[in-house]
T-cell receptor, first 112, second 115 residues
Framework: KQEVTQIPAALSVPEGENLVLNCSFTDSAIYNLQWFRQDPGKGLTSLLLIQSSQREQTSGRLNASLDKSSGRSTLYIAASQPGDSATYLCAVRGDAGNMLTFGGGTRLMVKP | NAGVTQTPKFQVLKTGQSMTLQCAQDMNHNSMYWYRQDPGMGLRLIYYSASEGTTDKGEVPNGYNVSRLNKREFSLRLESAAPSQTSVYFC??????????????FGPGTRLTVL
């Protein structure tokens, strides 16, 4: 059974810092990996999706990398801003079926 | 383009009552999903529908039923609610978009409390 772990569970940084969020998964037979953002009391917003054949994806100040063989993904946020404060979730889709398995999330706070 | 919509936003039930959570998407997606989110447990898949007319169990299907009414709508029914079903429920949909990915798009959620 696929298990997804995110470390750290919570992170507080001053504005302007570059930061890295980590995601690890136990079964490397994945179809894709997706990073989401969730604001308090809200739904999930997709940030980046990396196919299993890709190494990274970029969107603005966000860069996500994937190392399938080692079961790891990182989300890099450049020049963090208070508006980046949210919970970040990674989720993997296995080779079979449409199911996503989610990590527990990293709660990020960026202080002005 | 509303994306994924869910009704109701909030609901309080007594143990044993029944209710249906509604979900609709306007993105012409084939696949739709129901998740629940609980503190310390993360998001877990309840049921999904890969295409109109099909449904499959996810990780935590017990106590729930689903109906894929048409391509747009996917409902989740609690026949006899239990306090363990207190949670936030999210509906999502996915399909091949212009970049040929299958990104999942989520609704705003339904906050359900069972007393």
């Amino acid at each position: 059974k696929q298990e997804v772990t995110q470390i750290p569970a919570a992170l507080s940084v001053p504005e302007g810092e570059n930061l890295v969020l980590n995601c690890s998964f136990t079964d490397s037979a994945i179809y894709n990996l997706q990073w989401f953002r969730q604001d308090p009391g809200k739904g999930l917003t997709s940030l980046l999706l990396i196919q299993s054949s890709q190494r990274e994806q970029t969107s603005g100040r966000l860069n996500a990398s994937l190392d399938k063989s080692s079961g790891r993904s990182t989300l890099y946020i450049a020049a963090s801003q208070p508006g980046d404060s949210a919970t970040y979730l990674c989720a993997v889709r296995g080779d079979a079926g449409n199911m996503l398995t989610f990590g527990g999330g990293t709660r990020l706070m960026v202080k002005p | 383009n509303a994306g994924v919509t869910q009704t109701p936003k909030f609901q309080v039930l007594k143990t044993g009552q029944s209710m249906t959570l509604q979900c609709a998407q306007d993105m012409n997606h084939n696949s739709m999903y129901w998740y629940r989110q609980d503190p310390g447990m993360g998001l877990r898949l309840i049921y999904y529908s890969a295409s109109e007319g099909t449904t499959d169990k996810g990780e935590v299907p017990n106590g729930y039923n689903v109906s894929r009414l048409n391509k747009r709508e996917f409902s989740l029914r609690l026949e006899s609610a239990a306090p363990s079903q207190t949670s936030v429920y999210f509906c999502a949909s996915s399909g091949r978009d212009r970049r040929s990915t299958d990104t999942q798009y989520f609704g705003p959620g339904t906050r359900l409390t069972v007393l």
